[in-house]
C-alpha cells in the first residue's frame, strides 16, 4: 500500500512539475541574449549604412548639379533661363533642394554676375534670394537673416527705388553684376545655389 501511495504521490508530482514547466515562459540565458544583442547591433549598422547611403545620393545630386552649372565658395550654381515671377522661381530652388542665390562678397556677386553673363547671355537679369517684403528697406535673405553685403546700383538710378512697389532683387548683367529692386510679380530668369556639404 505504501509503494502503491508513493507511485501515486510521485505520478502526481511529476504531473504537476510538467505541467508548471510547460506553461511558464522560459528565461533568455545566455546564448538568447547574446542573438538578442547581436541581431541589435545588425539593425544599427543596417540603420547607419541607409544613412550613409541617403547622404551620398544627396551628395551624388550635388555633384550633378555642379557638374551643369558651375561652382563658387562651397556652393553649386545652376542657372534656370526660364523667366518666372519671384515666388515661383524660389519656389522651385526649393523644390530642387537649393535655394534662389544670395552672393555675400564682392567676390561671389562678380562669379555670379560672370556665370549669369556665360550661361544665359549679356543682357540677363537674375533673381536673387533678398527681399523686404515684411519690412520696407530691411532687406533679408530666404532665412529671414539681414544681408550684410549688398552691390546696389547707385551712379545711375540710386536703388534701391522702388518703394513698397518693389520688394524683391534681381542681379542685372548689364550694369556689371548691380543690383536693382524689382516688382516681385515680373518675371525673371534665376541661379538656384546649392550648399556643398
Not at 533568455?28 to 547591433?41: F, L
Not at 522661381?89 to 556665370?115: F, M
Not at 517684403?133 to 538710378?157: C, L, P, Q
Request: net charge negative.
Amino acid at each position: 500500500m505504501e509503494v502503491k501511495g508513493s507511485r501515486l504521490l510521485l505520478c502526481v508530482l511529476l504531473a504537476a512539475h510538467c505541467a508548471s514547466s510547460q506553461s511558464a515562459p522560459k528565461k533568455p540565458g545566455k546564448k538568447e541574449g547574446a542573438n538578442t544583442a547581436a541581431i541589435e547591433e545588425l539593425k544599427k549598422q543596417v540603420e547607419n549604412i541607409m544613412q550613409e547611403l541617403s547622404l551620398l545620393k544627396e551628395q551624388l545630386a550635388l555633384l550633378t548639379v555642379c557638374l551643369k552649372g558651375t561652382k563658387i565658395h562651397g556652393k553649386c550654381l545652376l542657372a534656370d533661363g526660364v523667366k518666372k515671377q519671384y515666388h515661383t522661381a524660389s519656389e522651385d530652388c526649393i523644390a530642387k533642394g537649393g535655394t534662389l542665390s544670395v552672393p555675400r562678397t564682392d567676390e561671389e556677386n562678380e562669379q555670379l554676375h560672370e556665370y549669369v553673363r556665360q550661361s544665359m547671355g549679356p543682357e540677363e537679369h537674375v533673381w536673387l534670394g533678398i527681399n523686404d517684403m515684411a519690412s520696407e528697406g530691411d532687406w533679408v535673405d530666404h532665412a529671414a537673416f539681414s544681408v550684410r553685403y549688398k552691390n546696389w546700383e547707385t551712379e545711375i538710378t540710386h536703388q534701391p527705388d522702388g518703394g513698397r512697389v518693389h520688394n524683391c532683387v534681381v542681379l542685372s548683367t548689364t550694369a556689371n553684376g548691380k543690383w536693382f529692386d524689382e516688382n516681385c510679380r515680373a518675371e525673371k530668369a534665376s541661379v538656384c545655389e546649392f550648399n556643398i556639404i
